[in-house]
């Protein structure tokens, strides 16, 4: 795997509730989408690309903040290529309160 960009690799756990899509990362819940949707999230907040094993562990590939996801979570950001060779195969999203 590479560490190109500065890629963030934690674990993140799924939320123990009813909502299957609900992640937590470090204390903030985020929700799960298929990686090339953040085209459709018009808004501020922050995302990670993700990639989830089939038992449901998730790696980090990168994290960051952005004021509007649709803009920056897309193949046009630089760690995209890098993250999907990782095996980017979710875009984990939390959007801004």
């Known amino acids: ?3 190109m960009w500065g890629a963030l690799r934690q674990a993140a756990d799924r939320r123990l509730s009813a909502d299957s899509d609900a ?3 470090d204390g903030q819940r985020f ?3 298929h ?4 085209a459709f ?3 501020s907040g922050q995302f990670a690309f993700s990639r989830r094993a089939p038992d449901g562990e998730r790696t980090i590939l990168h994290m960051e903040r952005a004021s509007d996801i649709s803009l920056a979570a897309g ?3 630089p760690a995209w290529s890098a993250a999907l060779s990782d095996g980017m195969n979710e ?3 939390r ?3």
Do not use: E
């Open 75 to 77: 193949p046009g950001h």
């Open 23 to 25: 992640v937590l990362i």
């Open 35 to 38: 990686h090339r949707d953040g």
């Open 1 to 3: 795997m590479t560490t």
């Open 91 to 93: 875009l984990l999203v």
């Open 95 to 97: 959007l801004a309160d």
């Open 31 to 33: 929700i799960s989408l």
């Open 41 to 43: 999230l018009r808004g």
